[in-house]
């Protein structure tokens, strides 16, 4: 496996595979790499003939009061974790190098990009939208992997990979889980132990709305029925919990897939996770 911090040495090398005839696959992240992570990486060496993994904790989607500097970083383990899962070439730049000075230009989405996660974290799309554009721009993969544990930042980065024609599929990978469900995230390095066993409330949750909409409920019964089951936990605060359209993060149309989507604060970490659920 490659490492390399520099932009002119990651085009080097993606321009030499792709001269090759190799497909490169990508999976852009913020390191503090987990069992998530890796069933990324995997799914790009089942398909890519090249993999690229990127890890650079992006200012630019962090708010302000938010934990940009004391987001788990782990560089030692992490490039350990990218050997063993099959990486080739793994890119850690530092800010300068992702963002000299004079750096003006953003990526905008629009309307997927403004609800839920969008309002609760004003410009954070902003940030996301605009670091994986570059990051398109500078490793031009036939394939990048994204987590649908972020189920609106899929969303996003769909919506944007169309209306800017990037030349790319994007791959949606299934939320990995710990066993007692809770989604796995980097985040989760946040919880105190009496946090992490009420962790599991958003998954109980979610469960607990889609059991509602397969016994026939309204998506609005089902939104209640999840508010609920949190308001029985006090350690869980509840930021939002709806069920939305899988694309827009609108309403939910009256037939077909729907996505229940719930985000809650558990001491200082930040928890979401999502559900989908065929009707
Ligand atoms: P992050 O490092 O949090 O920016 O995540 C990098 C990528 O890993 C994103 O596409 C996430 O959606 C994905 N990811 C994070 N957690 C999980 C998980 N538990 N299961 C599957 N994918 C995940």
Known sequence: MRVVREVSELRAAVVAERAAGRSIGFVPTMGALHEGHVSLLRAAGERDDFVVLSIFVNPLQFGIGEDLSSYPRDEAGDLAAAEASGVDLAFLPAVEE??????????????????????????????????????FNLVQPDRAYFGQKDAQQVAVIKRMTRDLSFPLDVVVCPTVREPDGLAMSSRNAYLQSAERAVATTLWRALQAGREAIGDGATWEVAEKTMENVVERVPEVELEYARAVDPDSFGPPSVSGPLLLVIAARVGRARLIDNLLVDR
């Open 98 to 135: 992702m963002y000299p000075p004079g750096r003006s230009t953003t990526v905008r989405v629009g309307a997927v990009a403004e609800t839920l996660e969008g309002a609760v974290r004003p410009g954070h799309f902003e940030g996301v939208a605009t670091v994986v554009a570059k990051l």
